[in-house]
């Protein structure tokens, strides 16, 4: 079995992910910056798969030439991968006016260009070994424009372009392309992005619900694994992904309710 490959698989959905694939029987490369949150994840996932290879590559996605040679030193090691995701990423939320052009770009620079740099670097060795299965992480906030996201969404909305136009282009190659559109998922980027995230985008964010990344990573791999184009955890995700666009002046009008409630 090929190994699975995932960045942002020191914590949350990524780490979810990286366990449920371990326990499958895939050796697993870790990529993500913090390197003592790399060896917990190592162990956590040798705790349930104790005979898994798991590589821990320190590294910035943003940063191009590092995750490009990153991605090349796990091919060398564990062979191109089967399974590879991009979950690594960074959620700052506030209003407009009270966000700096940095922060714009950084949100940018991680989520989307993170994910793609990571995917450029994998085609071809996944193409030349076969195939496999690329998955995306955007969120639910690509599905329309929320309160309160300015800087965060773009990129997601971005991610939603990327995988839809990879999933048609990289087909010829047996690679599949899922996107997932998680809602509210419990995990450390959550508690860290509550401290800061105005009053009105928790409540309209809470319409989606909360799933464990456990849930999440679950149901995406299903997708993958299905060679599913979208997944769209929760009927409120899936009711979102199938109608966004017909029912964007409900969205507005329930939006404006809650704003005029709860902020700015
Ligand atoms: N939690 C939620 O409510 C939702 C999350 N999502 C998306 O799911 C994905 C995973 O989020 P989640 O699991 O909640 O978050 P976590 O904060 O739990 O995990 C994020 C992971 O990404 C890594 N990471 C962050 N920045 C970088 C970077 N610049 N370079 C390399 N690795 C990085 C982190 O490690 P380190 O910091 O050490 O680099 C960590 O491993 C994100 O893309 C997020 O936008 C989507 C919808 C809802
Ligand atoms: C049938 C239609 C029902 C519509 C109900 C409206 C619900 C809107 C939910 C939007 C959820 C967005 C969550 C973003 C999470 C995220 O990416 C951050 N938490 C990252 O940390």
């Not at 320190?58 to 564990?78: C, K, N, Q």
């Not at 401290?195 to 464990?212: M, Q, R």
């Not at 017909?246 to 009008?253: D, S, V, Y």
Request: with cysteine; proline share 6%.
């Amino acid at each position: 079995m090929r190994p699975a490959f995932i960045t942002g698989g020191s914590s949350g959905i990524g780490l979810a992910a990286a366990i449920r694939l371990a326990q499958k029987g895939h050796d697993i490369a870790l990529f993500a910056r913090d390197p003592s949150k790399l060896s917990a994840a190592r162990l956590a996932i040798l705790n349930v798969a104790p005979t898994c290879d798991v590589r821990e590559f320190p590294v910035d996605v943003s940063d191009r030439a590092a995750i490009t040679a990153a991605v090349g030193e796990a091919v060398a090691a564990l062979g191109a991968p089967e399974v590879a995701i991009a979950s690594a990423g960074i959620a700052q939320p506030g209003l407009f006016s009270d966000q700096s052009l940095d922060v714009h770009e950084r949100q940018m620079a991680v989520n989307y260009f993170g994910a793609l740099y990571f995917v450029r670097a994998l085609t071809e060795p996944m193409a030349a070994a076969g195939g496999g299965q690329i998955g995306l992480v955007s969120s639910g906030a690509a599905f329309f424009g929320i309160y309160g996201y300015g800087a965060y969404a773009p990129s997601k909305f971005a991610l939603r372009a990327l995988a839809e136009i990879l999933h048609l282009e990289l087909e010829a190659q047996k690679i599949g392309v899922t996107i997932c559109y998680p809602p509210d998922t419990d995990t450390p980027m959550l508690e860290e992005e509550m401290k800061t995230k105005p009053a009105a985008t928790v409540k309209i964010s809470e319409g989606g619900g909360l799933w464990t990344a456990d849930a999440v990573a679950v149901r995406m791999l299903k997708g993958m694994a299905r060679r599913r184009p979208v997944v769209a955890p929760g009927f409120q995700m899936a009711g979102l992904h199938w109608f966004t666009s017909l029912i964007a002046p409900l969205l507005r009008w329930h939006q404006r309710r809650i704003i005029r409630k709860y902020g700015p």
